[in-house]
């Protein structure tokens, strides 16, 4: 699975990443995380606001950065 998190580093941007890194390990899924921080690449997944969250190539949530539970149901 491969885990995108779009984002320029703010605060935010960077707790979805570790909740998403958290939700993915306690899952036991074998994902890839990539942080894309570069606003062209964020901006050719149609995201006007971050952070958000692109599994698999597909935008799941746009804008906020919910606890490692919510995200383990993104995830599963």
């Known amino acids: 699975m491969k885990i995108q998190i779009l984002g320029t580093g703010c605060p935010k941007c960077k707790k979805l990443a570790e909740n998403a890194e958290a939700a993915a390990k306690e899952l036991g899924i074998d994902h890839d995380l990539e942080k894309v921080t570069n ?3 964020i901006m050719q997944f149609g995201v ?3 952070p958000a ?3 698999d190539g ?3 949530l746009v804008g906020k950065a ?3 539970e919510e995200l383990k149901k993104l995830l599963s």
């Open 39 to 41: 606003i062209n690449e």
């Open 48 to 50: 006007m606001m971050t």
């Open 53 to 55: 969250l692109v599994i």
């Open 58 to 60: 597909q935008v799941k």
């Open 66 to 68: 919910p606890d490692v």
